[in-house]
């Protein structure tokens, strides 16, 4: 079985300052790595995967990921966030074809 | 392109009433997913077809709730009788060949 804990619900930040969403899992078998970015009333949108290869993965709009096998994590990090950075924001580790989701970290961004 | 299509957006009824919820994947895709979202339990794996045939639904609650996959265009999601434990959000999610699932916009469900 596999399980995925991101251990703050809610994270409050200025705007332009950085910002780290945790996010630690547990599996017995090679895993992917997902982060799902949930904007209010919208259904869930891939920000960034790890399947292989360089441990650092990042998106288009300035976030990145890096996957520790060691330590087991895949923490989300942005340098300097905007207002509409705001949203949920979901890990996920696949196994086969089932997708397992953390509880979700609330990122709010205020000026 | 069209993405995955939840309809309706909203639906609220009153507990005991038959629910259906249709999901119209990504052209293309060969397996579909069912979701539920709710405060306390997080995002749930409901149900998951492959090539139209229902590969697990070991996460389907209870037989009040059963899910048909008639086509490779088109899936439905039905709750009989409905109560008010079952509010939620549901969401469709569709995908090919190990690339990352696309899911819908969801339905909100309310059942008073």
Known sequence: AQSVTQLDSQVPVFEEAPVELRCNYSSSVSVYLFW?????????????????????VESINGFEAEFNKSQTSFHLRKPSVHISDTAEYFCAVESNYKLTFGKGTLLTVNP | DAGVIQSPRHEVTEMGQEVTLRCKPISGHNSLFWYRQTMMRGL????????????DDSGMPEDRFSAKMPNASFSTLKIQP??????????????????????????RLSIL
């Open chain 1, 36 to 56: 799902y970015v949930q904007y209010p009333n919208q259904g869930l949108q891939l920000l960034l995967k790890y399947l292989s290869g360089s441990t650092l």
């Open chain 2, 44 to 55: 749930e794996l409901l149900i998951y077809f492959n090539n139209n045939v229902p590969i």
């Open chain 2, 82 to 107: 409905s109560e008010p434990r079952d509010s939620a959000v549901y969401f469709c999610a569709s995908t090919r060949g190990g690339q990352p699932q696309h899911f819908g916009d969801g339905t």
